[in-house]
């Protein structure tokens, strides 16, 4: 048994839909979380930038003293990767997992969306071409998704965010995909009103599911799960505003303290 916290880090609130998807398997972890929210959106910046970004995040989660750290941030994911890879700390990405996951209902299309700087890496395009070979992969950049989701407009009913799912999901759509990958961790908010769009029959794979998953197996099976389901959350953004919106990504009142911690430049 390993007390030390969970470190989980995102550019924003969307890395919590991986906290709450852990803590429906672990409720007794103790969680530390980063949400980046002075320097979001992770996806609009060029590669080289959020490699030295993901070193600074793990970084900084890493000196809370946390036993692993997910980058619950597929940006993140797929630009660094092997900056994730060779940090002394144990660390998940959301790529490996969800591609996984992805592969068990191969055969038809596959949709992918997710941040530009996701999509322009290829990372995930590459990973399942390699795991499903031969499936068409169909994968789009969504920027606006992630400014409006963290300004609060992730209803289904809500006239930007609806031509928004429309414009970027038209693709998927005419490409007959059966399943589509969210590839961006704020995604799962939207769920719904991608459902509207695409239809119910569409097997959404988000990827903070997977990762949560792949986390709890390991701890689980070296036997480092337990804690006291204590949890503490630092934004370089607004700490009210973070509280303010937590609870939609949560799905319940947020535990703990939220403190405002300062930008890091890069
Ligand atoms: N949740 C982040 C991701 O999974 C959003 C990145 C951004 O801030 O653009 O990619």
Redesign the pocket.
């Known amino acids: 048994m390993d007390n030390r916290a969970i470190g989980f880090f995102?550019?924003?609130l969307?890395?919590l839909t991986a906290v709450r998807a852990l803590q429906k398997m672990l409720p007794d972890e103790n969680i530390i979380y980063f949400g980046d929210t002075a320097r979001?959106?992770?996806?609009?910046r060029p590669a080289g930038m959020l490699r030295r970004m993901a070193r600074q995040d793990l970084d900084f989660v890493a000196a809370q003293g946390v036993k692993c750290i997910l980058a619950a941030?597929?940006?993140v994911s797929s630009t660094a990767p092997d900056v994730l890879g060779a940090y002394p700390v144990k660390t998940f990405n959301?790529l490996e997992s969800t591609v996984r996951e992805t592969a068990k209902h191969a055969g038809k299309p596959v949709g992918v969306i997710?941040?530009a700087a996701?999509i322009e890496s290829g990372a995930f395009q590459k990973a399942l071409a390699a795991a499903c070979p031969g499936t068409e992969i169909c994968a789009v950049a969504c920027p606006a998704f992630?400014p409006l989701i963290e300004s609060g407009r992730f209803d289904p009913g809500d006239e930007a965010l609806q031509s928004a799912v429309a414009e970027y999901l038209a693709p998927i759509r005419d490409a007959g995909a059966a399943t589509l990958i969210l590839g961006?961790?704020?995604y799962g908010l939207i769920g719904e009103a991608i459902r509207r769009f695409l239809g119910e029959e569409v097997l959404l794979v988000e990827a903070a599911q997977c990762a949560a998953r792949e986390l709890a197996d390991w701890l689980l099976s070296g036997g480092l799960a337990g804690g006291a389901g204590e949890e503490l959350y630092l934004t370089s953004g607004s700490a009210e505003a973070f509280r303010a919106l937590s609870s939609v990504f949560l799905g319940r009142e947020l535990r703990g303290e939220v403190l405002h911690v300062p930008e890091m430049e890069v």
């Open positions: 995102d550019s924003g969307g890395g979001m959106p992770y996806g609009a941030c597929g940006t959301v997710a941040t996701c992630v961006c961790t704020h």
